[in-house]
């Protein structure tokens, strides 16, 4: 049963009109919430809450303020929508580029309820393309990715491929020579906008062909679009490419090939795209990516940084109905009415490659969530669309549709409500970086953990070691600056990193330990010789600083394993001991430190569930009126191996072994002890303390 009633234009646009605005609106409860936290401003404007936001913002920067002039990692490029879209909107409204890269995200996605509601009205049912709007633009995953301040390519992740989609239907369904047209121009503008999800592209275009072959393979229409959405998807150059799509286009509608030649232009077609693109490797790399982790077993066996990406680890059924639907309750009703859907409409097979991607993310991680939520959110509709289709007055029917598909849309509102993320840094700790800015010139080199490399790009204007894009054999350099307990050592191996960098640009750990190669070098005997002053220095070409953020302490462990590594066996070396925690009961002679475990004051032992082990030091540091550092230490036992620390400005404990207690980290940041001759103190802030390297 279709919808009785009609619609034009005008009422098509107003649902779209009224979709984007629920979309916008519902993505500005993060702002009505922090819009009065002072901590999450920055000249005037909130901050965005992404870190890979920064690695494009900073792009823009150097457009738009001649910055990152010597960060070979900011490209001066016009290959990026966001970028591109960023500096423009950014030149043409009155806007800041901090305003701009908080908003752009919404303003963006929200553009994905035009394809939701074009592919209701292809299917003669405009109610299911409009409510299926209201939910695939705010759902769980598709909103945590797409909110106002997420500034990264995700706001185009699942918008572009629901053009792709719709167009391709409409190919199908209509077989107006239009439609593969847009379609192969909506491939062909793909990559500048995510070139992230290709493969799912292909894939698409895959499906495409295959059903084309399987129900129209007696058209002449079949060949000719097939030969069109091929060349668009060729691992060709975009100019190159769109003037024979164009030529092909105008050539086809001349209608004077016989079939026999349409096939045979198809076949090369479907060849070239098939070799060109590298089709069967590029599919294979994204699934084996996010499937096997570990260590790497081709020369050094280096730790993989996937193994700690959380987004990228595997997920329970729970979580992945969640993200792609509100609930499991939610996700099985998607999945049945996909299941209704296809059945109905055959050519609605061709979204199978986003809900596979969903599914995938089982395996593959959150990331792969989002690509099936409008899908999921057409297909939820439309089981609502059957069960209500035997009540007979309209208003009554579209009123039930309305009511189940707002019940379904209920979890996914109320998850936005409860979504309170923060931004990434806070004022204070940007005001750390922005004194840092102001010091030396923007050749010089930040010493840290990847995490922090955009956002240290974006405020201090200058350059990092490792980065959200670039952490893999270096993250073991800078691993060891930060866990060694010779700084001598670290100041040495931070010089030796940054000048092997600014000379080769390419990854240092495969350079200074010869990766790959037969006389790979013993790495424990060098970095022996680096602690006992063994090796000659480059010359100084830029200053080094080191930023050790308070905010690593929650993640050193992880930070540790890099470097805590046999880089022949890619076996870990020893397990160090490290518990932080700022939940703690002090119950008279006992301090409580949760899971189990709690310092005896009497016997000066540390119980660790039903093991006592000697303390070895009791550690209190608090900052004084003048902002300077106390440091007091009671000896408990010579033969304890932990220590415990109360950093009361903080109110946290740590307990540590003597790996992580002599560890630069530990030393310079929780202590503020270090060697005077070769750093000299920056910046002390409780947020962050920033080292300048004097070698």
Not at 178 to 184: D, F, N
Request: aromatic share 14%; hydrophobic share 50%.
């Amino acid at each position: 049963m279709q919808e009785k009633m009609t619609y034009t234009w005008k009422h098509l646009t107003l649902l779209m009109l009224i979709a984007y605005t629920f979309s916008f609106a519902i993505r500005m409860i993060w702002v009505a919430q922090f819009h009065n936290n002072p901590s999450f401003h920055w000249m005037d404007e909130l901050m965005i809450n992404t870190n890979d936001g920064y690695f494009f913002a900073s792009m823009a920067q150097k457009i738009l303020e001649d910055m990152h002039q010597y960060n070979p990692r900011v490209f001066d490029s016009w290959n990026y929508a966001v970028v591109a879209v960023t500096v423009l909107a950014t030149k043409l409204t009155p806007f800041s580029l901090e305003t701009v890269i908080l908003y752009m995200p919404a303003i963006i996605s929200g553009l994905v309820v035009i394809p939701i509601i074009l592919i209701g009205k292809l299917y003669k049912n405009l109610p299911l393309g409009f409510l299926a709007a209201l939910i695939g633009s705010v759902a769980w995953s598709y909103y945590n990715r797409t909110m106002i301040g997420y500034y990264d390519t995700d706001m185009f992740s699942a918008m572009a491929p629901m053009f792709i989609l719709y167009f391709l239907l409409a190919t199908i369904e209509t077989e107006k020579r239009i439609y593969p047209l847009l379609a192969a121009l909506s491939i062909l503008i793909y990559p500048f906008l995510y070139d992230a999800g290709l493969s799912l592209v292909y894939a698409m275009g895959l499906f495409y062909m295959a059903y084309m072959i399987v129900f129209h393979r007696k058209e002449n229409f079949t060949y000719q679009s097939i030969t069109l959405i091929s060349i668009a998807l060729m691992g060709l150059t975009w100019y190159i490419k769109l003037p024979l799509v164009l030529v092909g286009y105008f050539f086809f509608k001349l209608d004077k090939l016989d079939q026999k030649k349409l096939v045979i232009f198809a076949i090369i077609a479907v060849l070239l795209f098939l070799i060109s693109g590298n089709v069967i490797s590029l599919i294979y790399a994204k699934l084996i990516g996010y499937v096997i982790r570990g260590t790497e077993d081709n020369g050094l066996m280096f730790y993989q940084v996937v193994q700690t990406v959380r987004e990228a680890g595997q997920i329970p059924f729970s979580t992945m109905a969640n993200r792609i639907s509100g609930s499991s309750l939610g996700v099985i009703i998607a999945l049945l009415g996909y299941i209704a859907l296809v059945w109905k409409h055959k050519s609605f097979i061709l979204a199978l490659p986003l809900i596979g991607i969903g599914i995938f993310s089982l395996l593959g991680g959150l990331r792969f969530t989002v690509y099936a939520v409008p899908v999921a959110a057409i297909s939820a509709v439309y089981l609502f669309h059957l069960l209500t289709q035997s009540i007979q007055i309209d208003k009554l029917r579209l009123g039930a549709l309305a009511l189940l598909s707002a019940l379904f849309l209920y979890p996914n509102v109320t998850h936005i409500i409860a979504y309170k993320v923060p931004t990434v840094f806070n004022s204070q700790e940007v005001k750390v970086l922005d004194t840092l800015k102001k010091i030396g010139s923007d050749k010089d080199y930040i010493i840290t953990w990847w995490d922090y490399g955009y956002p240290l790009w974006f405020y201090t204007n200058k350059n990092t070691l490792i980065d959200g894009g670039k952490h893999n054999h270096d993250n073991y350099i800078v691993s060891r600056i930060l866990n060694t307990s010779s700084q001598l050592e670290a100041a040495q191996l931070s010089r030796l990193a940054v000048e092997t960098y600014r000379e080769n640009n390419a990854t240092v750990a495969d350079i200074l330990f010869k990766n790959h190669q037969k006389d790979q070098v013993d790495i424990d005997s060098y970095l022996e010789n680096l602690a006992k002053n063994r090796v000659d220095l480059p010359q100084k070409s830029a200053e080094i600083f080191l930023y050790l953020p308070y905010r690593m302490l929650n993640i050193l462990p992880t930070v540790t394993l890099f470097s805590n590594i046999d880089l022949k066996t890619g076996k870990q070396k020893q397990r160090p001991f490290f518990y932080a925690t700022q939940r703690f009961e002090d119950k008279g002679d006992f301090i409580h430190l949760g899971n189990g475990i709690a310092l005896d004051k009497r016997k000066g032992m540390i119980k660790l569930g039903t093991q006592e082990v000697p303390l070895q030091s009791f550690y209190t540091t608090s900052i004084q009126a003048d902002g300077s550092l106390h440091v007091k230490r009671q000896l408990v036992s010579m033969q304890g191996q932990l220590s415990l620390i109360y950093m009361s400005a903080y109110n946290h404990f740590l307990l540590v072994d003597n790996f992580y207690l002599n560890s630069l980290y530990i030393q310079m940041f929780v202590f503020e002890q270090y060697n005077h001759s070769l750093f000299e103190k920056v910046e002390m802030s409780p947020h962050a303390k920033i080292y300048k390297l004097k070698i």
